[in-house]
């Protein structure tokens, strides 16, 4: 085993690593303390790390320039129902991969696969069409649809079907031998097993159709459908420049909540995603 | 159980008990069909017929403010070839996918040689390292564009060292570097994650009989760590290039593809095409070679993890 480090290199790393930090923990900084300064320090000279005098009236100016609050709400429940509509199908499905024998499963489970080829960003056009076709366009129906179904939810129920495969088998045997269905099997065994594989889908998916945009702004065109980032990017003034103020008061508004419950549940959230980035 | 019941409903002309209509075998057929019904009714609608759709497409001359729609057989594909903006697009893609994965891959690795050093409050750089992952994108997006300005943060900072700074967005030599850098501090937290397991597998028996052996630190890096992580770094590059050709959001909030086409990637000269100018068939054709990269791309990763797996065993 490494011994401790003679303190000279400990000192060294230190400053090392708290200089490396500054581009991960500054702009947060700078975007929570110059949304409550006065338009007038925005670009001052020298750069003021802390406002003379907190002004709030960006983030009264937030909710009055557009429907904010019902932007919130837009991302807020579209984020949940996705989230929750993507652990159902992606748990079932990836279950059904793993643990049951039925004819054409590892055919099936290539063409799901398929999804993991095929970015939406490819598929935007015919989607876009699609939808129209069914009038659902400027509604929030293809924002729901298309990630619980779609390839999105693919990646989700790849990484259950690899949590699923691990169980041992004797945990169902008993179950069968006293005559439970396989539904029963999945919803009283299998699924709460499984909850740090759902835990790790669940952040991956809410976090995905929190910071969506592509679809929102070819999708949506009434400001009170928007969702949340494309909200933050209309703070613009006549001429269509950024009023600076303002837009930092709403991403503060965006980035804050998730960021807090980040704090609450790094260690989750860490392990988590770092398990999900492993496709 | 289930026999009984079956014999005692068998017509006496039959000998032989006939067979259970519900198997195990059938139950387990219809149980696996209906858990998978949902995803695979997805895939069929969501993303195959669509993938359909996006090739069909792209044999049309569509506009949609002319209301034309001609079937026009492989002209996209021509215009693709004839069209003198693409080998920018392509070039500007490449040149954000290869700038990402080097400055990406390199801080990530660093980050996570460094975090798996023993030393006290770890936990706290690591989590400030991994923040900006779980910052909204657009938020961080526009913070750092923020920053950017001309008379922004970043320039304030270099003027008190006595630096004129440039205008990073819109100069054409620091546009892309910019959207560049923005990107990577936003999500190589995930890849110094990544990493750092990888770190924590390397056995530490070799190091010390390298010790031993009197080789440097920088040997023992560059002779066992490097080797026994490489399965990573390939894996992360192309995840890492696969992200960067999706890129999308970043450029239209900081740069909108300039200045001149500087930092025009394939993405968004697709939404470009379609949703501002209204060439459906030309952006479909543009969607299938964006298909063509990113499949093969993932095809690649797949055959190299294989490979790597059966080596690891």
């Not at chain 2, 290039?241 to 968004?268: D, E, K, M, N």
């Given at each position: 085993m490494h011994g401790r480090l003679p303190p000279r290199t400990q000192a060294a790393l230190y400053g090392l690593m708290c200089l490396l930090l500054v581009p991960f923990v500054f702009p947060t900084w700078w975007m929570v303390t110059s949304s409550v300064k006065?338009?007038?320090?925005?670009?001052?000279?020298?750069?003021?790390?802390?406002?003379?005098?907190?002004?709030w009236s960006s983030y009264q100016q937030v909710f009055t320039l557009q429907p904010f609050a019902r932007q919130y709400w837009n991302s807020a429940w579209i984020a949940a129902v996705v989230t929750l509509g993507t652990l159902g199908v992606a748990s079932m499905a990836g279950y059904a991969f793993a643990r049951i024998r039925f004819p054409g499963a590892n055919a099936l489970?290539?063409?799901?696969?398929?999804?993991?080829?095929?970015?939406?960003?490819?598929?935007?056009?015919?989607?876009?069409?699609?939808?129209?076709?069914?009038?659902?366009?400027?509604?929030?129906?293809p924002l729901v649809l298309i990630p619980i179904f779609g390839a999105p939810c693919v990646f989700a129920t790849f990484i259950m079907r690899q949590f699923f495969i691990t169980l041992p088998a004797e945990l169902e045997e008993a179950a069968r031998v006293d005559g439970l269905g396989r539904f029963k099997i999945f919803r009283t065994i299998a699924l709460p097993l499984a909850r740090p594989a759902l835990a790790s889908v669940a952040i991956f998916t809410f976090l995905h159709s929190w910071n969506l945009y592509l679809e929102p702004i070819v999708f949506l065109s009434t400001p009170s459908l928007f969702t949340l980032p494309q909200a933050l990017t209309q703070f613009t003034d006549a001429y269509g420049g950024?009023?600076?103020?303002?837009?930092?008061?709403?991403?503060?508004?965006?980035?804050?909540?998730?960021?807090?419950?980040?704090?609450?549940?790094?260690k989750q959230f860490i392990e988590g995603l770092a398990h999900t980035g492993l496709k | 159980?289930?026999?009984?019941?079956?014999?005692?409903?068998?017509?006496?002309?039959?000998?032989?008990?006939?067979?259970?209509?519900?198997?195990?075998?059938?139950?387990?057929?219809?149980?696996?069909?209906?858990?998978?019904?949902?995803?695979?009714?997805?895939v069929a609608v969501f993303v195959l017929l669509p993938l359909a759709l996006v090739f069909w497409y792209s044999l049309?001359?569509?506009?949609?403010?002319?209301?034309?729609?001609?079937?026009?057989?492989?002209?996209?594909y021509q215009a693709l070839l004839e069209d003198t903006t693409l080998p920018p697009v392509l070039m500007a893609s490449a040149i954000f996918a290869a700038g990402l994965v080097v400055f990406n891959l390199s801080l990530a690795l660093l980050l996570a040689v460094l975090l798996n050093q023993k030393l006290l409050g770890i936990t706290a750089f690591r989590t400030f390292f991994f923040s900006p992952v779980v910052v909204s994108l657009v938020a961080w997006t526009i913070v750092w564009g923020f920053l950017l300005q001309h008379n922004g943060g970043i320039n304030g900072v270099l003027k008190l060292a006595g630096i004129?700074?440039?205008?990073?967005?819109?100069?054409?030599?620091?546009?892309?570097?910019?959207?560049i850098v923005v990107q990577v501090f936003k999500n190589v937290g995930l890849n110094m994650i990544l990493f750092l397991a990888a770190l924590q597998g390397v056995p530490r028996e070799l190091y010390e009989a390298a010790r031993i052996d009197g080789a440097s630190a920088w040997r023992q890096f560059r002779r066992i760590t490097l080797p026994l992580i490489s399965p990573t770094i390939l894996l992360t590059?192309?995840?890492?290039?696969?992200?960067?050709?999706?890129?999308?959001?970043?450029?239209?909030?900081?740069?909108?593809?300039?200045?001149?086409?500087?930092?025009?990637?394939?993405?968004?000269?697709?939404?470009?095409?379609?949703?501002?100018?209204?060439?459906?068939?030309?952006?479909?054709?543009?969607?299938?070679?964006?298909f063509a990269i990113v499949a093969l791309l993932t095809l690649a990763q797949w055959q190299l993890r294989r490979r790597f797996v059966f080596q690891e065993q």
């Open positions: 006065p338009i007038s320090e925005i670009f001052a000279f020298p750069p003021q790390l802390w406002p003379t005098h907190a002004d489970f290539v063409v799901v696969l398929t999804g993991l080829l095929i970015p939406s960003e490819v598929t935007i056009v015919p989607l876009f069409q699609m939808f129209r076709a069914m009038g659902l366009v400027n509604t929030h129906w950024p009023m600076w103020n303002i837009q930092l008061a709403a991403a503060t508004l965006t980035a804050l909540p998730v960021l807090l419950v980040f704090v609450v549940a790094q | 159980m289930t026999d009984a019941s079956v014999t005692r409903n068998a017509t006496p002309t039959q000998a032989a008990p006939t067979r259970p209509l519900w198997t195990l075998a059938r139950r387990e057929a219809l149980a696996g069909s209906l858990f998978v019904a949902p995803q695979l009714l997805g049309h001359e569509w506009n949609v403010l002319a209301n034309t729609f001609e079937f026009t057989g492989v002209q996209n004129e700074g440039p205008n990073w967005l819109r100069s054409p030599g620091t546009a892309m570097a910019s959207v590059s192309v995840i890492t290039v696969v992200g960067a050709l999706q890129v999308f959001a970043q450029i239209a909030v900081l740069t909108q593809g300039g200045p001149g086409q500087s930092t025009t990637v394939l993405v968004y000269y697709l939404y470009q095409q379609t949703f501002q100018f209204h060439r459906f068939g030309y952006g479909s054709t543009l969607a299938i070679v964006l």
